[in-house]
């Protein structure tokens, strides 16, 4: 009786450990698998980076000039051609359409949705009497880092203008996981000196960070 007592003692024994062993296993994947979500939803991407390259002024037109050098980087992070911009002041901004999908796919980190999408449109400067304009992408149309080898110009024309009718119409929108999208343009004061990163957050939209330049470059003469 008594060895038949030990035996049921050890088994409950077992089973308790087991139970308490699922249990603390169970919360360190919970754990876990919250932490990628917060770090899904607050996560972001560089997608620019901008500079001045030169600054003029114009005594005669009481103005001076900013030359900008703007990059932007496709989705595998590598560097498009640079574009140059001079603007009569530097309040710059950059004017983008952002998409954003539903919560969902940002948490599980969807390959196609997991994070906003985006595409620059135009590098302006408001003015008194209007703005000044440089177009860097057009509706409509095959945004600059996004084209696609291996298949016609028509089939990836055909994919974008779906693209665009998705981000546009309310109802197309919502049928395939985008939550809202919308025109952005942030900006500020673009300064020699300093170097100007553009992120999108992977839940939200843009913003522009800036920092001094690298040692290295400092003092040197960026030629175009």
């Known amino acids: 009786m008594r060895k038949f007592i030990t035996k049921v003692v ?37 997608i620019a ?11 005669a037109k009481k103005k001076t000039y900013t030359t900008i050098k703007f990059v932007e980087y496709d989705t595998n992070m ?11 002041g530097n309040i710059i901004q950059f004017q983008s359409m952002v998409i954003r999908f539903d919560d969902f796919y940002v948490k ?70 985008i939550k809202n999208a919308q025109i952005e343009a942030p900006g500020m004061k673009f300064i020699p000196g300093l170097l100007y990163t553009i992120y999108i957050e992977h839940d939200g939209g843009m913003r522009i960070d800036a920092k001094p330049l690298p040692d290295i470059l400092k003092g040197e003469k960026v030629s175009f």
């Open 10 to 46: 050890a088994l409950i024994v077992v089973v308790v450990l087991a139970f308490v062993a699922f249990h603390v296993i169970q919360s360190i994947i919970e754990n876990r698998s919250l932490k990628k979500i917060i770090q899904r939803l607050t996560a972001d991407s560089r």
């Open 49 to 59: 980076e901008v500079m001045v390259v030169d600054v003029k002024s114009d005594p």
């Open 78 to 88: 590598k560097a498009l051609p640079p574009k140059y911009f001079t603007f009569s």
């Open 108 to 177: 599980k980190g969807d390959a196609l949705k997991g994070k906003s999408a985006y595409v620059f449109l135009k590098a302006f400067t408001l003015k008194d009497n209007g703005a000044e304009v440089f177009e860097i992408n057009k509706i409509n149309e095959v945004p600059s880092g996004y084209e696609i080898e291996g298949i016609t110009k028509i089939f990836e024309k055909d994919l974008w203008q779906k693209f665009w009718k998705y981000a546009l119409e309310g109802e197309e929108a919502k049928r395939v996981g």
